[in-house]
């Protein structure tokens, strides 16, 4: 997503998921926590003295795993894991809204008659 930051998905994970609707959610429900996990990670830097420079997720067969590298004497975060969040937020909030319009017209449609009346 960034040059800072990368997420892996095993092949065979993929493949369980587009088969299995348990492991589907699973990996859905990973991926959706992501932002707060890294910004967790860059919180938990900060409070060490510390600045997250890069973050890896892995999801694979054993799990998910995560690995950061950060710098030491240095606080804040990085620019490009910022605008990657940044970024995912905004997709999340078109997404919420894709949702919401669907919901909307759906809705919409049951409360109508089905049939035309004319004069």
Request: with cysteine; glycine share 6%.
């Amino acid at each position: 997503p960034c040059k800072n930051a990368s997420v892996l998905i095993d092949g065979s994970v993929m493949r369980k998921a587009c088969g299995d609707e348990k492991t589907a959610k699973w990996l859905e429900e990973n991926l959706a926590i992501m932002p707060d996990v890294i910004r967790n990670a860059q919180k938990a830097a900060i409070s060490h003295g510390s600045k997250l420079i890069s973050v890896e997720f892995k999801f694979t067969n054993n799990g998910t795993e995560m690995t950061t590298c950060g710098i030491f004497g240095e606080t804040g975060t990085d620019s490009e894991i910022d605008k990657w969040l940044e970024r995912m937020k905004e997709d999340k909030e078109k997404e919420d809204k894709k949702t919401e319009n669907m919901i909307a017209i759906e809705a919409t449609t049951r409360n109508k008659v089905g049939f035309d009346t004319y004069a």
